[in-house]
């Protein structure tokens, strides 16, 4: 069975001796310098860097979620294929049980439709009516997912469930 480590990017930072097929996640500011040097230095890597969830904003925030293209940076084809994934996270300085739901909900959506999609989808009125469905999908479901805007409610939220189809 092949494994692989998964560290921190301060282990490449600081020059540490690591093993060619260690994957190097990226989770502090200037990621786009940092992966490149990464996958110059041929190794794999995972972004999360742009996507930490937990800092205090407002339901528009995920557009700049969205906007984020991984492969957005200074490296050749083969070496942007060493680029792994990237995953959105959550810590607690800002949430606790009363919000951690609605503050991970739709935003890792948006993430997550960044990482699977070309780079070329981006365009965010397309991506707000998808979101939005998305959205009122969960809320059927029980899923306290925040409004992704000011003017895109759920049919059922104020009216009570009236058979809403998804």
């Not at 992966?35 to 930490?52: D, E, N, Q």
């Not at 906007?67 to 942007?80: G, N, R, W, Y």
Request: proline share 4%.
């Amino acid at each position: 069975m092949n494994h692989s480590y998964v560290v921190w990017q301060e282990i490449f930072n600081n020059g540490l001796k690591i093993r060619p097929d260690t994957i190097i996640h990226v989770w502090k500011g200037n990621w786009q310098k940092t992966m490149a040097s990464v996958v110059k230095g041929g190794y794999r890597t995972i972004l999360s860097s742009p996507w930490y969830l937990n800092y205090i904003s407002k339901s528009l925030d995920w557009k700049k979620y969205y906007q984020v293209e991984p492969l957005d940076i200074d490296a050749t084809p083969a070496q942007k294929a060493l680029v792994f994934g990237g995953e959105a996270c959550m810590w607690g300085e800002f949430v606790d049980n009363t919000n951690v739901l609605s503050r991970t909900f739709p935003r890792t959506s948006a993430v997550a439709e960044r990482l699977w999609s070309d780079a070329s989808l981006k365009d965010l009125d397309d991506m707000a009516f998808r979101l939005h469905a998305h959205r009122c999908g969960m809320v059927v479901r029980g899923v306290p997912a925040e409004n992704i805007s000011t003017r895109s409610f759920c049919p059922m939220e104020f009216s009570g469930y009236d058979g809403y189809e998804l």
